[in-house]
């Protein structure tokens, strides 16, 4: 909300947007070993898979996670 109040330009604006959609997918993924039995964790769909911003953003925010993540990509795309 500051950032629209602050009049700031819509590609600002959109990069917070992704970059707190990839802080709520980190801080999910760092929950679950916590609620429930989890070894292995797979972070795909269209927000990961065909958005790397957003992907990369989760990955930062998995510092050292005590499970194994993985985010797989749709075929062709590097």
Do not use: Q
Request: some cysteine.
């Amino acid at each position: 909300m500051s950032y629209r109040i602050a009049a700031m330009p819509n590609h600002v604006l959109m990069r917070s947007v992704f970059e707190s959609l990839g802080d709520y997918a980190a801080n999910a993924v760092r929950r679950l070993p916590r609620e429930w039995s989890v070894d292995v964790v797979v972070c795909a769909g269209d927000l990961f898979a065909r958005n790397r911003f957003i992907a990369d953003r989760t990955r930062r925010g998995l510092v050292r996670p005590r499970l194994r993540v993985y985010f797989p990509m749709v075929a062709g795309e590097a």
